[in-house]
């Protein structure tokens, strides 16, 4: 079985500054997906960022990024200039490779607050 | 985008009555639709997969009874909770896949169902 592990239930922090969500995983599959979900308060949940297993080159999408350790089963996400706007429940979210059923399954969450 | 929909968004039954919340692809076919349960402050548990003209898959510990999902439609699926109870009001939220190698996942905003 997949398991998703976020082990910080909330962080904060100052407006333009830089932080980092972690997220560990436990799977024996070698091909498989990463993402990181944004879930604001409107609770539609919002897809940051993906991250294919077979690739060593970390995701980016703008101010958002990742630091992906295969070997380790590390998936942390790094939000630079932080915005009020990025205050949500952020989720990380695993998925075997395809034709496998297409599930997800998400780590318990981390609450981020932006700090003005 | 994709978008994906659901309706009701909000929803307040008495205990015993049956609840239908409908989950809809708008722009796009769904191959796979996917059921998911939140708990206030929790992450989202998957409760089943739904494939289009076939029986719907279970998570364990997930009443198929109780929860009856139908796939009628590629842009269409159910989720009817019957003989509602208290302990049954939660966040409930579909996603849609359009398979394929990107396994790309659309979320709908979900609907919040209160059971008196």
């Known amino acids: 079985a997949q398991t998703v592990t976020q082990s910080q239930p909330e962080m904060s922090v100052q407006e333009a500054e830089t932080v980092t969500l972690s997220c560990t995983y436990d799977t024996s599959e070698n091909n498989y997906y990463l993402f990181w979900y944004k879930q604001p308060p409107s609770r539609q949940m919002i897809l940051v960022i993906r991250?294919?297993?077979?690739?060593?080159q970390n995701a980016t999408e703008n101010r958002f990024s990742v630091n992906f350790q295969k070997a380790a089963k590390s998936f942390s996400l790094k939000i630079s200039d932080s915005q009020l706007g990025d205050t949500a429940m952020y989720f990380c979210?695993?998925?075997?490779?395809?034709?496998?059923?297409?599930?997800?399954?998400f780590g318990t969450g981390t609450s981020l607050t932006v700090i003005p | 985008g994709a978008v994906v929909s659901q309706h009701p968004s909000w929803v307040i039954c008495k205990s015993g009555t049956s609840v239908k919340i409908e989950c809809r692809s708008l722009?796009?076919?769904?191959?796979?639709m996917f059921w998911y349960r939140q708990f206030p402050k929790q992450s989202l548990m998957l409760m089943a997969t739904?494939?289009?003209?076939?029986?719907?898959?279970?998570e364990q510990g997930v009443e198929k009874d109780k929860f009856l999902i139908n796939h009628a439609s590629l842009t269409l699926s159910t989720l009817t909770v019957t003989s509602a109870h208290p302990e049954d009001s939660s966040f409930y939220i579909c996603?849609?896949?359009?398979?394929?190698?990107?396994?790309?996942?659309?979320f709908g905003p979900g609907t919040r169902l209160t059971v008196l």
């Open positions: 996603s849609a896949s359009t398979g394929g190698l990107r396994n790309e996942q659309f």
């Open positions: 722009d796009f076919q769904a191959t796979t």
């Open positions: 991250q294919e297993a077979y690739k060593q």
């Open positions: 739904s494939n289009e003209g076939s029986k719907a898959t279970y």
């Open positions: 979210a695993f998925m075997k490779g395809p034709n496998t059923g297409n599930q997800f399954y």
